[in-house]
């Protein structure tokens, strides 16, 4: 992620939005050029220091006319987040300082030139010292300040697939930072809600869910301070959480962000639409293989009334949620939740069962695999076992004796 | 305890209220902010709310369970405390009649020494939170050889909690959402830094009932000093800084010396100087309203307009580190031969300069805990005879016995020069104290200087006239 230093966007005060900095074919084709040729210098920076490395960095943009500081700045953050630099680990840099202050120290203060009263000249103490320490005073200076940051030397660099790979990675670093300053955040979403709820509360996030009209839901996403006072403490976390989201299929989010500067409210508005390409992988349409299975054999038209819908409803109490695997809705307006349970560990059991407690209310029916229901304690839930696959037989069979009211 | 029954916990950063109906605000806590939270069903406010509502009798009436306080008293081993001054003794007691409030003490008056004692008395949890690393390592320092005691560090990429634990105020901010109920006591050093739209977190979000401040300076620039009193409390002492010159402290002096620009620096300083006046002129001829600001948003879409920020970067660092300055500190170290000198430079290259020209340790923000407390120490112990620092040692370090300081370079923030004169006030015997600031002439330097000495730590203090320069 960048900082708040290599943050760059501009302002719409018109409409009070702000516009991260965007890097697209059409305004900067120049810069997937650029973008290749900072990776190689990455690629053969091996032992070049950072300093040296980022000096190279900003030559490569001397005669682009358009390129704020900034941009190249976040450019030398993300290529160094994928690097691996020297570290002085067990501090010889500063083991080194030590022996030289310390020998130079009867001899303080080091004169330009001696004379009676200070007979110390620089030039001979260092050589002193140079000799004491057996070697040369330029490699002894080289080393002295080794430790520092800007003097650290590049080991191994990660790489990205691409120049383009860098310029999508920078396009979601900017909105990132951007978050930084976000007070909240909504997110209307129509599918994948297992997956941007779980990145939520990996960012310790809290949520208020919402289930519109249209079907879709809409989740508000800030902490717990959020309650008592506009903030901007849950930024980072919200910043942290975007590459999830980004990820995943049909949605739309707007972010409240205040500036820093005025304190004025602005909206960051987003869609899956834009565009956008995050590093992580899209995520599984299925957690599990009898899951898909199942989906694939179901298929798209509704059998007996019924019509499958995977991850179509959020149970929520408070801050817990669960999302079961699959849907039903009868064409009358019945619905029978799914869950299936093909895979265990106790502690994923045990887990589940404490889920499935918390919303009793709700009539879930349990696909459970043949190994674990023999050590399945007793639950108030329908159990409808299976073998290897889940049985659209078996299934319809279930709806079909099922009474649950509309 | 019962199940149903209302009950106060403490919940990332704020007091949770359970088992209230929605419906009508609680009116417990006084000026508590109740606010009802939907998400969780309960009634949110500030942690800082915490010890009004506990006083409050319908708290007790109306049987809420407290789940809120997890911090415990402590015994400490050996509290190895020095006899505090009248003053010292006076500013402690005023704090104890209420256990929150400001102690407004100038550098060097021995703040640590009385909020050591005020922690023994209170003998319960404490949380220490000073502005830097360099602080909070130092009052590990002095609670180490105080109470005995090895706190906790919180900050510079440590997390290790303990009863009696310090950390940043950076850190307070990020990590008050899992600690704010782990303290019976917090101490705020150099409490002007907290009041700040996010910092002020740090405290909001502590429910500790013992608050106490400490400051030199509680005036802000922006006039948020008046939320101290919400947010720790009232100053309930206060020693003006004149008060504390001469008799606590050692006097001091203040001189000015002016240095130039060797002739190669010179020459290049003024093709600088030519280049940024050619493009501003000719900007401005185009442009009459066009400044600094137009000049850096430009620099986006120019390259020209970007060699001029780097032009004017360059004449900064001429300035910044102009040889003669190392000239001068020669002629200083060897006027002060055999006492412990102190030198600030304005950037972490100019202090790599000093150190490398005179082999003395340099105080950088890289540097190690170890290293840090093997430069203090060896200065003070006179292991070594002087030491360069940036910023790291701008506030409230303790630099105990030097009585020469340099200044070479920096900003022209009164609080900045305020804090650097502290450090070379400590009080040890009579000898004068003199701070030494090395300007070059003819550039913006000397501007910064004049307004650097216009703060009121330097009324009333003789400026020398300046060195004669052939």
């Known amino acids: 992620m960048l900082t708040r230093e290599q943050a760059l966007a501009e302002f719409d005060f018109a409409r009070s939005a702000v516009l991260p900095d965007r890097l697209t074919t059409a305004a900067h084709g120049r810069y997937l050029g650029y973008a290749e040729r900072m990776l190689a210098l990455y690629r053969q920076g091996a032992g070049r220091t950072r300093r040296d490395l980022h000096r190279a960095v900003n030559d490569v943009f001397v005669d682009e006319p358009d390129c704020p500081q900034r941009r190249i700045d976040a450019f030398c953050k993300l290529l160094d987040d994928a690097s691996l630099y020297e570290r002085d680990r067990r501090g010889q840099a500063a083991k080194l300082r030590r022996e030289v202050f310390r020998l130079a120290a009867p001899r303080h203060p080091l004169v330009h030139s001696a004379d009676r009263l200070f007979e110390n000249g620089e030039a001979r103490v260092k050589l002193e010292i140079a000799e004491k320490l057996g070697r040369p005073w330029p490699d002894v200076e080289a080393g002295l300040f080794a430790d520092i940051i800007e003097f650290h030397r590049l080991e191994r660099f990660a790489d990205f697939a691409d120049g383009r790979a860098l310029l999508s990675r920078y396009n979601v670093a900017q909105i990132q930072a951007a978050l930084f300053d976000a007070q909240v955040m909504s997110v209307w979403a129509a599918e994948d809600f297992k997956t941007i709820l779980r990145y939520a509360k990996l960012a310790r996030l809290m949520h208020t869910i919402l289930r519109l009209e249209s079907g879709e839901y809409l989740f508000r996403f800030d902490g717990a301070v959020s309650a008592v006072r506009e903030t901007r403490r849950y930024g980072a976390a919200l910043a942290r959480f975007l590459p999830a989201l980004i990820a995943c299929r049909g949605w739309r989010m707007h972010a409240v962000i205040e500036s820093r500067h005025t304190g004025w409210k602005l909206s960051l508005d987003l869609a899956a639409t834009d565009g956008l390409t995050s590093h992580l992988p899209p995520p599984d349409e299925f957690d599990s293989q009898v899951e898909e299975d199942f989906a694939t054999k179901w298929g798209t038209e509704p059998r007996d009334g019924w019509t499958l819908i995977r991850e179509g409803e959020i149970l929520h109490q408070g801050q817990k949620v669960f999302v079961p695997d699959f849907v039903f809705r009868h064409d009358d307006g019945r619905t029978v939740l799914l869950e299936i349970i093909g895979f265990w560990t106790p502690e994923y059991l045990d887990a589940k069962l404490a889920t499935l407690r918390t919303f009793g209310a709700r009539p879930i029916l349990l696909a459970v695999a043949e190994p674990i229901r023999r050590g399945l304690p007793a639950v108030s839930n329908d159990v409808l076992p299976y073998k290897s696959t889940l049985k659209v037989k078996d299934v319809l069979e279930y709806l079909s004796r099922s009474g649950f009211p509309a | ?470």
């Open chain 2, 1 to 470: 305890m019962s199940a149903t029954g209302p009950r106060l916990s403490f919940v990332g950063g704020t007091l949770l209220l359970e088992g209230f109906s929605g419906r009508g605000r609680p009116v417990l806590g006084g000026a508590a902010e109740w606010i009802w939270d939907d998400r969780v069903h309960g009634w949110r406010c500030d942690a800082l709310a915490y010890p009004a509502l506990r006083t409050d009798p319908l708290f007790t009436a109306a049987h809420v369970t407290d789940a809120v306080p997890a911090w415990q008293r402590v015994t400490w081993p050996k509290p190895l405390l020095r006899k505090l001054r009248p003053d010292q003794r006076q500013a402690a007691a005023r704090w104890n009649q209420t256990g929150r409030g400001c102690l407004v003490m100038p550098t060097g008056t021995g703040k640590t020494e009385v909020a050591l004692n005020l922690i023994a008395g209170a003998a319960v949890s404490t949380l220490v939170v000073a502005p830097v690393r360099d602080l909070m390592y130092q009052w590990h320092r002095r609670i180490a050889e105080g109470l005995g005691y090895d706190a906790g560090i919180i900050g510079d990429h440590l997390f290790r909690l303990s009863p009696l634990s310090v950390t940043t105020y950076d850190s307070a901010c990020i990590h008050m959402e899992r600690l704010g109920n782990r303290f019976g006591m917090i101490v705020f050093d150099e409490c002007h830094h907290l009041p700040g739209r996010v910092r002020a977190d740090a405290a909001r979000m502590c429910a500790a009932p013992l608050r106490l401040g400490l400051t030199a300076t509680p005036e802000r620039s922006d006039g948020r000093d008046i939320e101290l009193a919400n947010l720790i409390g009232p100053t309930v002492y206060e020693m003006a800084i004149a008060e504390a010159r001469g008799s606590t402290l050692a006097d001091y002096e203040v001189v000015r010396i002016p240095v130039h620009l060797s002739n190669d620096e010179q020459r290049r300083y003024e093709r600088l100087s030519r280049e940024l006046r050619t493009f501003i002129h000719e900007r401005r001829t185009a442009d009459p309203g066009f400044d600094w600001e137009k000049l850096c948003a430009e620099s986006a879409r120019s390259p020209e307009s970007r060699r001029i920020l780097k032009a004017f970067y360059a004449k900064q660092a001429i300035e910044d580190r102009a040889e003669e300055k190392l000239r001068v500190i020669e002629d200083l170290f060897r006027l002060h031969a055999g006492e412990p000198c102190l030198i600030f430079a304005g950037s972490n290259a100019m202090a790599r300069d000093v150190s490398l020209r005179f082999l003395i340790p340099c105080l950088l923000s890289h540097c190690g805990k170890k290293e840090r407390l093997d430069v203090l120490q060896g200065l003070e112990a006179r292991v070594y005879p002087a030491l360069v620092a940036n910023q790291v040692l701008d506030e409230g370090v303790d630099m105990p016995d030097v009585k020469i300081a340099i200044v070479i370079g920096g900003k022209a923030s009164t609080r900045q020069a305020k804090q650097r004169l502290g450090r070379v006030l400590r009080k040890s015997g009579n000898a004068r104290a003199t701070l030494y600031e090395i300007v070059c002439v003819d550039t913006n330097e000397v501007e910064r200087s004049r307004t650097r000495r216009a703060s009121d730590a330097y009324d009333k203090v003789r400026h020398r006239r300046e060195r004669p320069k052939s």
